[in-house]
């Protein structure tokens, strides 16, 4: 995985780890890699993925289980999805304004994009 400056390490693997949940790669009640395994996988010290996993934990996204690991817990789709949709509303659709509005881009002229792109996905819109 290639990390990016804007946002924390940690994050950006929960970021990928929700995205698998998201995915059906890691379904609900299906154990994930252990802290060490993901931290060899992914290049980075074990106590990143610690974080990362002790942040999931506390949204309620994997649950714990003592001397057995990590498993996705049932209500972690419904999690995510109502984080990704927050997150896109309050931090990714203000950046995206801001820059229409900085380029002089209306409304009437990103609509043909915004519908092109939105199309080209149908599968997605739930």
């Known amino acids: 995985m290639e990390f990016k400056n804007s946002k924390g390490i940690f994050l950006q693997i929960a970021d990928s780890i929700s995205e698998k949940v998201m995915e059906g790669i890691y379904p609900p009640g299906e154990k994930i890699p252990s802290v060490r395994d993901l931290a060899t996988d992914m290049g980075v010290n074990p106590n990143t993925v610690m974080r990362t996993y002790s942040e999931l934990q506390t949204r309620g996204i994997i649950d714990n289980k003592r001397g057995v690991g990590y498993y996705v817990s049932n209500e972690a789709v419904a999690i995510i999805h109502q984080w990704k949709r927050q997150e896109f509303l309050e931090i990714e659709l203000p950046q995206i304004v801001r820059q229409t509005k900085i380029l002089g ?22």
Do not use: C, R, S
């Not at 881009?105 to 739930?126: D, G, R, S, V, W």
């Open 105 to 126: 881009i209306t409304f009437a002229e990103l609509k043909p994009y915004f519908e092109t792109t939105f199309n080209q996905h149908p599968n997605e819109n739930k």
